[in-house]
């Protein structure tokens, strides 16, 4: 389905342009002559992705049709254009959901670009929203894949003080599950009924975030035309998830901690204070001890947030849990593409190889990716994203992986040997005589050897080399 745009301009030939310009990057466009235009198309037509809309014009300002926009779909991305722009202006359309904001006149190839962009954040945000959805509410360590040491601790760690009213500090690599494990200590505890509300605080500049966080009263600021309610407020009773603790500006820093030492919050731009009742869990894949020595987190900030720490070890130092979540993710994947599957055991084997950086996360994406190539009902080596040929023949030969089935060791013997072949045959240029000395062989051992793995000869070089 194509991307829709809604182009929103008084003036004709602009639309025209923009019309133009955007079909010609394989865009669907609907134009708008006004703001009351506009409005009524995005009541009545479907969601548009993005919307490019002036901001003054003769029967409205753009900033309505911002709001109509976001009314209408919170992921459609809009961007303001206007001859007469100010800061001022744009800041105010920032802090009420603008994605940009451009002055006339601009490039084609400017707009173009911001709209690429505004596009890349829409997928993000999408696809946060889905996964929000798909590991929400329902989230318990009963849900927790893994039969390692480690893993049972965090599970048993996470029974023992989910039903505590005591801060959470959750560490660990990015990709480990941390707010799956935020999530497992709401949903088992006294509040599992009560709201649970996570924000990542990287994921906001400063003065947005302090709003989210606390609120704001009208006249706060240019664009605060009403009272907003702020996360610790909207997660009353509940549990409120600040996810990259780490990274949360020293400014604020120093008004969180009020709220957890007073228990009350006060929204920007207000004068009283309101008690707030909130189980406040914080996460981060910092050496938060190294951020307190070096400034960057208060210390103080820090004794308040540590009250029970939970550390979430890395996929590469729990490898027994790897071929259980690979599993559990081939099923889960197969099943929405309506297939059934298996892993073949070289597949496996490159599976427990590696190291993933990336934890879970990169694990779920791989399997992901498998799942979608696999033609039959295995998942073979050739369906793993391995990347180019030298990435696989250049990897240090894993100790092997013994499945409860069994192993065939000559099959794991000979998938090696292959490898170190090809690796001989890359390193000497495909020269095969070259290669067979690299490997103390003769030439006629490489040869059959080769022949034996479908790399046989199927031109005149090995004879050309054996008589040199």
């Not at 929400?136 to 039903?163: H, L, P």
């Not at 040997?417 to 490997?439: F, I, Y």
Request: hydrophobic share 40%; aromatic share 6%; net charge negative.
């Amino acid at each position: 389905m194509a991307i829709r745009i809604l182009v929103v301009d008084d003036e004709p030939g602009l639309r025209e342009v923009l019309e133009v310009l955007f079909q010609r990057h394989g865009y669907e466009v609907a134009l708008a002559t006004g703001c009351q235009h506009a409005i009524e198309s995005l009541k009545s037509l479907a969601p548009f992705e993005v919307v490019v809309t002036d901001l003054a014009m003769p029967d409205g300002s753009g900033m309505k049709v911002l709001e109509a926009a976001l009314e209408r779909d919170a992921t459609t991305q809009v961007i303001m254009i206007t001859a007469y722009g100010t800061t001022e202006q744009a800041v105010t359309a920032m802090r009420r959901g603008a994605y940009h904001y451009l002055q006339k006149p601009f490039k084609n190839s400017q707009l173009v670009a911001v709209v690429e962009k505004a596009l890349e954040k829409r997928s993000l945000v999408t696809e946060n929203i889905a996964l929000r959805e798909r590991f929400s509410q329902g989230f318990k360590t009963g849900n927790f894949v893994g039969k390692s040491q480690a893993m049972q601790r965090v599970i048993e760690m996470v029974k023992r003080v989910a039903s505590a009213p005591s801060s959470v500090l959750i560490t660990g690599e990015s990709g480990t599950g941390k707010e799956l494990v935020a999530r497992a200590l709401h949903n088992e505890g006294v509040r599992a009924d009560k709201p649970f509300i996570g924000i990542n605080c990287a994921a906001l500049p400063e003065p947005l975030l302090e709003s989210e966080l606390f609120g704001h009263v009208k006249g706060a600021f240019t664009g605060a035309t009403a009272n907003k309610e702020g996360l610790f407020r909207a997660a009353e009773s509940g549990t409120l998830f600040l996810d990259e603790i780490g990274e949360l500006p020293a400014t604020l820093q120093v008004k969180l901690l009020r709220v957890l030492q007073e228990r009350a919050v006060r929204p920007v731009g207000g004068e009283k204070e309101t008690p707030v009742d909130v189980r406040l869990i914080a996460a981060t894949n910092r050496d938060v001890e190294k951020d307190v020595e070096e400034g960057r987190l208060r210390q103080d900030l820090f004794y308040r947030l540590n009250v029970i720490r939970l550390h979430l070890p890395p996929l590469r130092d729990r490898p027994e849990d790897i071929p259980l979540l690979s599993e559990h993710f081939l099923k889960k994947h197969a099943a929405l593409q309506r297939k059934r599957l298996s892993f073949a055991p070289n597949a496996m084997r490159w599976i427990m190889s590696q190291s993933f950086p990336g934890n879970v996360r990169e694990l779920e994406n791989i399997v992901e990716h498998a799942a979608t190539l696999a033609i039959g009902q295995r998942v073979e080596i050739s369906d793993l994203p391995i990347g180019n040929l030298s990435e696989l023949i250049h990897q240090k030969v894993p100790i092997p992986f013994i499945p409860d089935e069994g192993l065939d060791l000559d099959e794991y013997l000979g998938e090696i040997e292959k490898q170190v072949l090809l690796s001989a045959l890359e390193k000497a240029g495909g020269v095969r005589k070259n290669a067979a000395q690299l490997l103390n062989m003769s030439f006629r051992s490489l040869r059959y050897r080769l022949a034996k793995y479908g790399f046989g000869d199927d031109e005149r070089q090995s004879d050309d080399e054996l008589e040199e």
